[in-house]
């Protein structure tokens, strides 16, 4: 129930195109799902997050689209340019209620946006 | 912009000695945690820090490893007898409980 899965593993790009990641949850007490991009060496850094009382949120080419109902949630980056190319990792999380916060990442999406 | 700094970036041990990883939190984040991940896999949680004691473990963070902040700036794990399957990346990552945790740049460990 910990889990989150994420689809798919990789994902080749043209420039200018659109991509999209999904992943699905089966905690519904999960309250914050952040997206994290990593470059090969580096460390997840965060790209854009969101809590489940809105259905989508968008920021700048990135945005997240949320399904409460289905436990499902998006990543999708339009316009996609070749400095994208890196590994993209959901994860959630129980922000509230004296928890934590331990993220619980997906497997993860090794982006490659070609020229 | 604040950030998370990792210490050493590569360590290199043989099967069976102790290693510690240092962390330099961020400076007003009070809760703490260590990940993992193992070359091409997912990032796993070990363990978060909280108040200076332990406030959640993963079944991966058994008695070989240990957390402490010993002088109230750094944040270190221990590994007192490293497996060559403890060979990983290893972040650390701070949390003000308001704003996102803060990932640092890891350390890479070889255990030969």
């Known amino acids: 129930q910990q889990q989150v899965k994420q689809s798919p593993q990789s994902l080749i790009v043209q420039k200018g195109g659109i991509s999209i990641i999904n992943c699905a949850y089966e905690n519904t007490a999960f309250d914050y799902f952040p997206w994290y991009q990593q470059f090969p060496g580096k460390g997840p850094a965060l790209l854009i997050a969101i809590r489940p009382d809105v259905s989508e949120k968008k920021e700048g080419r990135f945005t997240i689209s949320f399904n409460k109902s289905a436990k499902q949630f998006s990543l999708h980056i339009m316009d996609s340019q070749p400095g994208d190319s890196a590994t993209y990792f959901c994860?959630?999380?129980?922000?509230?209620?004296?928890?934590?916060?331990?993220?619980?990442f997906g497997t993860g999406t090794l982006l490659a946006v070609q020229p | 912009e604040p950030e998370v700094t990792q210490t050493p970036s590569h360590q290199v041990t043989q099967m069976g000695q102790e290693v510690i990883l240092r962390c330099v939190p961020i400076?007003?984040?009070?809760?703490f945690y260590w990940y993992r991940q193992i070359l091409g896999q997912k990032v796993e949680f070990l363990v978060s820090f909280y108040n200076n004691e332990i406030s959640e473990k993963s079944e991966i963070f058994d008695d070989q490893f240990s957390v402490e902040r010993p002088d109230g700036s750094n944040f270190t794990l221990k590994i007192r007898s490293t497996k060559l399957e403890d060979s990983a990346m290893y972040f650390c990552a701070t949390w003000d409980r308001v704003n996102e945790q803060f990932f640092g740049p890891g350390t890479r460990l070889t255990v030969l």
């Open positions: 994860a959630a999380s129980i922000n509230y209620g004296g928890a934590t916060n331990k993220l619980i």
């Open positions: 400076s007003n984040h009070l809760y």
